[in-house]
């Protein structure tokens, strides 16, 4: 934790939330790992040592969907109210399937992508989560037999989803890793985001998915700008969930 906050310092971030995964699904690698008692622990000598220069935030990435709803909620149940952000993301099918390139083998981009969009959506009508995270995360891995993704295909699937995301007050995150990965653009592209923008909505977090300190910040500067090009001119920021938005163009000269 230490290192990613001087790499946050050092790379022009003034607000960091530590999002480590919380994960339900035993298959996963992270499975069984996750210490929250450690974690806030760690998280507040954080806050105390880089007061004054970096904002640390209690957050946590929690794995959703509909096969671990039970976990997840008495998760939320004993420790939501001790963080300041939580992510809702979604990483596998009802059926616990991962969205790793196998997956993909025999189906449409609709039969992977439309299922992933159902869960997302359930995500979001939980109201448990603040942000949901890298909403179209299957380009991500994607093969090379269904590199023809493209976000159009699925605007009319996002449309309803962007209603309810700004109805029941729950941002979405612009997930940077994308640009250093296969899709070279961000989690969801600007493309998406301007269609969110077009339908009211103003609360989007941004994240650099890192797992290493080299990572941290990567990307943001680039973010910001392109969230002007698509008229949000805030970023969502939480506070025991609680949103404030804060203006992109203060943000952009610090990271410059
Ligand atoms: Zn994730």
Known sequence: MEQSCEAAIASGVTEIAITDHVDHVPADLGYGFYRPEAYLRELDEMRERFAGRLTVLRGAEVD?????????????DRYRDEYDFIIGSVHYFSDGAMIFPDYFAGKSLDEVFLPYLDQ?????????????????????????????????????????IFDRMIAKGVAF???????????????????????????????????????????????????????????????????????????????QTRAA
């Open 64 to 76: 959703y969907n509909d096969s671990t709803i039970d976990d997840v909620e008495r998760f939320l």
């Open 120 to 160: 997302v959506e359930r995500a979001v009508e939980t109201g448990w989560f603040d942000s949901i995270g890298h909403l179209d995360l299957p380009k991500r891995y994607a093969p090379k037999t269904h590199r023809d993704y493209d976000p159009l295909l699925f605007k009319a699937r996002l449309e309803p």
């Open 173 to 251: 995150e612009i997930n940077t890793s994308g640009l250093r990965q296969t899709p070279r653009t961000s989690m969801p592209s600007g493309l998406v985001v301007r269609w969110y923008a077009d339908r009211g909505g103003k609360l989007i977090t941004t994240g650099s998915d890192s797992h290493a300190a080299q990572t941290v910040g990567a990307g943001i500067p680039l973010t910001l700008d392109m969230l002007q090009l698509c008229g949000i001119e805030h970023v969502a920021s939480f506070r025991k969930h609680q949103a404030s938005l804060v203006p992109v163009s203060t943000l």
